[in-house]
């Protein structure tokens, strides 16, 4: 099949106008221009009119199961008190309200151009019973807390059982030691070395609040006391960033994203432009938060592979606005408010091919091009606007179109997996 489109964003710096895409099962055969791709006999071609075609989004951070929280929480004096409240509202949860979010929030990604999303699996059993029920590319992080140097042993059991039943259904299965806050050291160091000796990518949240950089850095404060009246061994806080905390640890494996990364010393740029290393920014979350500003350029000058993730909506909203949505248009448009000089064709790269380099799927996906993955999203191309880039981020809604390895499964506001 060959659709064609008024412009064709394919990758950073490769633009076609008046493009052609050729599909074949799941795969894209060529990107090119009306003149230089022709239907062979029978083929079928598809005229998309004013509309720009671009590759699906890969959401580098999200925790689906907390879609139906949306503006249930706030930000609170400080991080402690949002991590109190999300203790007590996930407590509630029943188990339809985990699934129907999970869903929702499967659903909201696709209907805004999402192909692929690295999510947190914080309820054990929750993805594989899921997964089937959607056509988005889901790659399960199983989320791991433990407050005690014993507890590797475990934590390594249930990891292995998820592994397990997880890397069957899904393009890659990782592991998410959920933070230096809520593990130990040891456990950090267990966790990345089974990590690395299966194969899989981790996850972790380092570095998010400046409760989290006082009770690293200072050994005191609202989460160490926190955290302390929980039970986590608190002799392991010695004086360090938390990145560093992280890094001396051992708790990196061979494939890592550090989510967040919000508050930093010298020395952590280092350890984060290490091969194998990326950092995921969360746009709205980190804005919803008032957090300083995120350290993109001196990321980006050292070399950092950073990707755009959505974080949950248990970061967003308030109690009385509108509807929030997981949307990487979104995040994008908020990533660029706060960072006016970045070039748009790098902040694309950050929501798509960064996102599969991270977990070592740049050759399959992330970009148009042949022999790739045929997932990518059709937007309207405004007449009006005559910039492609700026038509692209200011893209507001649905999208128009979504193919996931080569199936049309969103089309408009009508979801059609065939
Ligand atoms: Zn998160």
């Known amino acids: 099949m060959i659709l064609l489109a008024r412009a064709i964003w394919s990758c ?4 076609v106008i008046d493009g052609a895409l050729r599909i074949c099962a799941d795969a894209v055969v060529a990107v090119g221009s009306i003149n230089e791709i022709s239907p062979l006999r029978g083929e079928p071609v598809v005229d998309l009119g004013d509309s720009i075609i671009l590759p699906a989004f890969v959401n580098a951070h999200c925790h689906l199961d907390y879609t139906g929280l949306a503006g249930r929480l706030n930000p609170g004096l400080s991080f402690t008190d949002w991590v109190d409240q999300i203790i007590e509202v996930k407590r509630s949860m029943t188990m339809d309200e985990q699934e129907s979010s999970w869903l929702l929030g499967a659903q909201m990604l696709m209907e805004s151009g999402c192909g692929m999303v690295f999510n947190i699996e914080s309820v054990p059993g929750l993805f594989s019973r899921m997964v089937k029920q ?9 989320e791991l807390i433990g407050f005690d140097d014993g507890d590797d042993e ?9 592994l397990s039943e997880n890397a069957q259904l899904s393009m890659v299965a990782g592991l998410a030691p959920h933070s230096p806050y809520t593990t130990t050291a040891k456990v950090l160091n267990t966790l990345a070395g089974y990590a690395d000796q299966e194969g899989s990518p981790i996850a972790v949240h ?13 050994g005191s404060g609202a989460l160490f006391d926190k955290m302390k009246g929980l039970g986590r ?3 392991d806080c010695c004086f360090e960033s938390p990145v560093q905390y992280f890094n001396h640890s051992g708790g990196a494996a061979l494939r890592t994203l550090v989510v967040h990364a919000n508050y930093l010393i010298n020395e952590d740029f280092d350890f ?3 091969p194998g290393l990326s950092v995921v920014h969360c746009p709205q979350s980190h804005s919803w938060f008032g957090y300083p500003e995120f350290e993109y350029k001196r990321l980006a000058k050292k070399g950092v592979n950073v990707c755009l993730g959505t974080d949950s909506l248990a970061s967003s909203g308030r109690a009385e606005s509108a509807f929030e949505e997981l949307n990487m248009f979104d995040e994008m448009r908020k990533f660029k408010s706060r960072n006016p000089g970045i070039d748009i064709d790098d902040i694309l790269d950050m929501a798509t091919y960064n996102g599969a380099k991270a977990m070592g799927l740049e050759r399959q996906l992330g970009q148009l091009r042949e022999g790739m993955l045929a997932n990518f999203s059709i937007i309207p191309f405004p ?13 507001e809604g649905c999208v ?12 408009g506001k009508q979801s059609i997996a065939d």
């Open 12 to 15: 950073k710096g490769s633009v």
């Open 134 to 142: 959607t056509p988005l590319q889901v790659c399960p992080f199983t």
């Open 154 to 162: 475990h934590l390594v059991h249930l990891a292995k059982r998820e």
């Open 206 to 218: 380092v570095s998010e609040s400046e409760d989290e950089w006082e009770m690293f850095t200072a």
């Open 233 to 235: 061994i608190m002799g």
């Open 272 to 274: 984060l432009a290490k």
């Open 383 to 395: 007449k009006h606007l005559s910039d492609l880039k700026e038509a692209i981020i200011s893209h």
């Open 400 to 411: 128009s179109g979504l193919f996931i390895a080569g199936k049309h499964v969103f089309a």
